[in-house]
């Protein structure tokens, strides 16, 4: 027959597993009333399972099974306590517990633990290999999970006190200096939008300006053109004038020499 190691030191637990769980599935009990009696007799009986309270006294249901690791002794075990907490329940697999239990719980509950616990366990190699990288796995999320609790402590803490200096400040607010400032604040937003709007407007104004100054200065800009054309052109009279007159000026004064020359020639 199977035997069953119960490590739990109130009495009566240890009648309720054995009578109503262990006892009628035919399987052999062996009990102890603390830590130290139950790593002893873990040894010394080597039992197909071990049903271990957390809380004992001289040693606690973790120090067991830390201790029989470090043997060798490697035996299914299902742990039991009060105030279960993720911590201490991967800290529990990782030593090689097949189960935990949280107190009270349920017959259905045991069985089905009993169940996983002593199903047969592959012993190749490669199973060995998964089960050390499951136990790495579990050892890294214990780390991650202690990280994260870290992290909300510092986080509820932050909350605390902010929650403590809003109150205080809510403490302190004077409800009718803040309706008067909040009256101001409305005034004044009503101000601002009417200076916005007046902006807008001028804003609008302005580029409306600028549009036909800048029509006016493409206009002058033809016209400026327009009387530099003219201008060369007059300029261009004005020489062909001049060189007319000179021409003109040349002609009259040969006409003049040539009268010169000839009326002394007629009186002799």
């Known amino acids: 027959m199977p035997k069953v190691l119960i490590i739990e030191d109130r009495r009566e637990n240890i009648v309720f597993i054995a009578n109503n769980i262990l006892k009628p599935r035919g399987f052999d009990i062996i009990t102890a009333r603390d830590g130290q009696m139950g790593l002893d007799k873990a040894e010394e009986e080597v039992p197909d399972l071990i049903i ?50 949280i107190k009270p719980f349920t017959i259905e509950e045991i069985e089905a633990a009993l169940e996983r616990a002593l199903r047969p ?16 796995r579990i050892a890294t999320l214990e780390e991650e999970v202690t990280q994260l609790r870290a992290e909300l402590a510092e986080k509820t803490t932050q909350l605390a006190q902010f929650q403590e200096q809003f109150s205080n400040y809510v403490d302190k607010m004077d409800m009718a200096e803040v309706a008067e400032r909040a009256a101001v604040w409305e005034e004044d ?40 054309n003219e201008a060369k052109r007059l300029a261009n009279e004005l020489r062909n004038l001049s060189e007319a007159l000179r021409l003109m000026s040349q002609d009259m004064e040969h006409q003049v020499n040539r009268l010169v020359i000839l009326t002394p020639r007629d009186e002799a």
């Open 52 to 101: 271990t309270d957390i809380k004992l006294p001289k040693m606690s249901g973790l120090e067991v099974l830390e201790a029989l690791r470090e043997k060798g002794i490697l035996i299914p075990t299902i742990v039991m306590t009060f105030h279960g907490t993720e911590e201490t329940a991967m800290k529990a697999l990782r030593l090689g517990a097949r189960d935990y239990l």
């Open 189 to 228: 937003n009503a101000r601002l939008n009417d200076l916005l709007a007046e902006t807008k407007g001028a804003l609008q104004d302005t580029e409306g300006r600028a549009e036909a100054l800048k029509e006016a200065v493409v206009m002058q800009k033809i016209q400026t053109g327009k009387y530099k």
């Open 121 to 136: 366990q592959p012993t190749t190699p490669e199973a060995y290999r998964q089960k050390l990288d499951a136990e790495t």
